[in-house]
T-cell receptor, first 104, second 115 residues
Framework: RKEVEQDPGPFNVPEGATVAFNCTYS??????FFWYRQDCRKEPKLLMS???SGNEDGRFTAQLNRASQYISLLIRDSKLSDSATYLC?????FGTGTRLKVLA | GAVVSQHPSRVICKSGTSVKIECRSL??????MFWYRQFPKQSLMLMAT?????????EQGVEKDKFLINHASLTLSTLTVTSAHPEDSSFYIC???????????FGPGTRLTVT
């Protein structure tokens, strides 16, 4: 089993839709979790950290489920500009990324 | 946010030569630096982790004699690809972590092409 796994997608959603991604991890001792966004041929940019209690930043909500060893990212009211690859990071290890395409 | 720079941004070299990539944290002290490699349409693969003043820890399958990492100061780490081959052509990205262990900041990446 890979250390960090994501559904590669692509997720094609219409503008305004709500979309959720999950990311599973194998190391139960992991303490740090993040979501990054990567646009084509650019470096990843931190989207948000993931806290045990869950956290929200505008349209984005991140949650951690330690019992099932996964983190999630929810995007509400999707915008065209949200189209990108979303990478989860667990203790410096990246998932394979999930591609999101928001369609007009 | 914090700024991490990489140099060069692009490099083309001939097979058999060595290439050095620099990673600098510009406005904070990076106690830990990470080197990643990303092949087209794939995710970032962690190559090695280095702490200032100590030897780098390499991930399984990464040859430490081929990918030399030096983290001599709190603001600079270098990755040297020795005797480069075409299969080493990739996008190399560094990231740095300061005293706040919860965030990493990424450099813009270096695209290496070995001919």
């Amino acid at each position: 089993r890979k250390e960090v796994e994501q559904d590669p997608g692509p997720f094609n959603v219409p503008e305004g839709a709500t979309v959720a991604f999950n990311c599973t991890y194998s190391n139960s001792a992991s303490q740090s979790f993040f979501w990054y966004r990567q646009d084509c041929r650019k470096e990843p940019k931190l989207l948000m950290s993931v806290y045990s209690s869950g956290n929200e930043d505008g349209r984005f909500t991140a949650q951690l489920n330690r019992a099932s060893q996964y983190i999630s990212l929810l995007i509400r009211d999707s915008k065209l500009s949200d189209s990108a690859t979303y990478l989860c990071v667990v203790k410096s290890i990246f998932g394979t990324g999930t591609r999101l395409k928001v369609l007009a | 946010g914090a700024v991490v720079s990489q140099h060069p941004s692009r490099v083309i070299c001939k097979s058999g030569t060595s290439v050095k990539i620099e990673c600098r944290s510009l406005d904070f002290q990076a106690t830990t630096m990470f080197w990643y490699r990303q092949f087209p349409k794939q995710s970032l693969m962690l190559m090695a982790t280095s702490n200032e003043g100590s030897k780098a820890t390499y991930e399984q399958g990464v040859e430490k004699d081929k990918f030399l990492i030096n983290h001599a100061s709190l603001t600079l780490s270098t990755l040297t690809v020795t005797s480069a081959h075409p299969e080493d052509s990739s996008f190399y990205i560094c990231s740095a972590r300061g005293s706040l262990a919860n965030e990493q900041y990424f450099g813009p990446g270096t695209r290496l092409t070995v001919t």
